[in-house]
C-alpha cells in the first residue's frame, strides 16, 4: 500500500519539478526513510520541505499511512483509524493522491482488515525471493517437476534422506 504511496509522491516530484528548480535530484529523499538520511540529505530535505510545496505535503499524507498501528484491539477502532487517515489525505487536496485514497477506498475493507489484524504479503514475498533465487541458481530446468522438486526441498525443510534409521 505504501508502494502505492510512493508513486503517488513521486509523480508530484514530476509534475512540481518543472515549476520549480530546487525540486530536481530530489527523487530518493521523498521515497527514503528519514532516519536513514545524511545530514546532507536531511538539510536538504529540510529545506525543500520548508518551502510548502506539493510535494512535501504529499509526502507526509504517505508517512502519516506508515504511522498507522496495526492489529487494532477492534474492528471499530481500524475503521475510524482508516477513516481519520482519509479525511487527512483528502484535505491536502492533490490530484495524484486522492487518486490512491479512491484506490484504497475501493478496497477499504482488505485495508481495515489489514490494520486489525497486521496481516502483510511479507511472507509471499519471501517465498517469491526464494523461488527466483532457486530459479537463477539453477539456469533453468529441463522438466517442471524438477523446479517444482527443488522448490519444495528447500522451501519447505526437507530431509535428504527421510528414511535414514536414527
Not at 28 to 48: R, V
Not at 83 to 88: A, L, V, Y
Request: charged letters at 30%; a positive charge.
Amino acid at each position: 500500500m505504501v508502494g502505492y504511496l510512493n508513486k503517488a509522491v513521486d509523480k508530484v516530484r514530476r509534475r512540481e519539478v518543472k515549476l520549480h528548480e530546487d525540486l530536481k535530484r530530489t527523487k530518493y529523499l521523498w521515497l527514503k526513510d528519514t532516519n536513514n538520511f545524511t545530514d546532507k540529505q536531511y538539510a536538504t530535505f529540510e529545506a525543500i520541505r520548508g518551502a510548502n510545496y506539493e510535494v512535501s505535503r504529499a509526502w507526509q499524507v504517505k508517512e502519516n499511512f506508515r504511522d498507522i498501528q496495526f492489529r487494532q484491539e477492534n474492528y471499530q477502532s481500524a475503521l475510524s483509524i482508516y477513516m481519520f487517515w482519509k479525511q487527512n489525505a483528502l484535505r491536502v487536496n492533490i490530484p495524484e493522491i486522492n487518486q490512491v485514497v479512491e484506490m484504497f477506498d475501493r478496497h477499504k475493507k482488505g485495508i481495515v482488515n489489514a490494520i486489525l489484524t497486521g496481516a502483510s504479503n511479507a511472507r509471499a514475498e519471501r517465498l517469491n525471493s526464494s523461488i527466483e533465487e532457486i530459479k537463477r541458481i539453477g539456469r533453468g530446468y529441463r522438466k517442471f517437476e524438477n523446479f517444482r522438486i527443488a522448490i519444495l526441498f528447500f522451501n519447505a525443510n526437507l530431509k535428504l534422506y527421510p528414511h535414514e534409521n536414527q
